[in-house]
T-cell receptor
Framework: QKEVEQNSGPLSVPEGAIASLNCTYS??????FFWYRQYSGKSPELIMS????GDKEDGRFTAQLNKASQYVSLLIRDSQPSDSATYLC?????????FGKGTKLSVIP | GAGVSQSPSNKVTEKGKDVELRCDPI?????LYWYRQSLGQGLEFLIY????????KSGLPSDRFSAERTGGSVSTLTIQRTQQEDSAVYLC??????????????FGPGTRLTVL
């Protein structure tokens, strides 16, 4: 079983819709979870971090964590074409980030 | 600048040559990380520094890879006798610390290495 799994997509949503990105992880002791956005040809950019069960909101982004189900998600409200990118889920194991392969999101104008 | 910087941005080399990649972390960040991203592959952890020490070198792919950090700041990743499979984007990240929220890692722009 892969340590961090994401649907590779592509996920296509119309402009203004909610994009839902999902991630599961295998290591039950993981305590810190991150979402990175990566535009083509660019490096990953940290957009959300979450450490406790429940929801965390930051502007149009909401991260959701369920440690019992080993599940992390990212919701993007009012999706914009500029949100089109690959979204990487990352899980801390000790000090080391383990990344999923990413989900490619396309927001259609 | 306030972010992580890396140089060079692009490096083309011939098989068998040595290369050095440089990373300058965010000021005050004690933890520094090197990752590698190959075409179509995920991000692969290489090495972690806390201060000038590297507690974990297990991610380095072979003994041709080495890294050092001096003054708790700049780090250099060296690849000796480069091979074509070393071609990738090498990413450096830094974080304020290495525990919990202090481990929010911020990435530099990367060095794209091409081995001919």
């Amino acid at each position: 079983q892969k340590e961090v799994e994401q649907n590779s997509g592509p996920l296509s949503v119309p402009e203004g819709a909610i994009a839902s990105l999902n991630c599961t992880y295998s290591d039950r002791v993981s305590q810190s979870f991150f979402w990175y956005r990566q535009y083509s040809g660019k490096s990953p950019e940290l957009i959300m971090s979450i450490y406790s069960n429940g929801d965390k909101e930051d502007g149009r982004f909401t991260a959701q964590l369920n440690k019992a189900s080993q599940y992390v998600s990212l919701l993007i409200r009012d999706s914009q074409p500029s949100d089109s990118a690959t979204y990487l889920c990352a899980v801390i194991r000790g000090y080391q980030l383990t990344f999923g392969k990413g989900t490619k999101l396309s927001v259609i104008p | 600048g306030a972010g992580v910087s890396q140089s060079p941005s692009n490096k083309v080399t011939e098989k068998g040559k040595d290369v050095e990649l440089r990373c300058d972390p965010i000021s005050g960040h004690t933890a520094l990380y090197w990752y590698r991203q190959s075409l179509g592959q995920g991000l692969e952890f290489l090495i972690y520094f806390q201060g000038n020490s590297a507690p974990d070198k297990s991610g380095l792919p072979s003994d041709r890879f080495s890294a050092e950090r001096t003054g708790g700041s700049v780090s250099t990743l060296t690849i000796q006798r480069t091979q074509q499979e070393d071609s990738a984007v090498y990413l450096c990240a830094s974080s304020p610390g290495a525990i919990g929220a202090y481990n929010e890692q911020f990435f530099g722009p990367g060095t794209r290495l091409t081995v001919l």
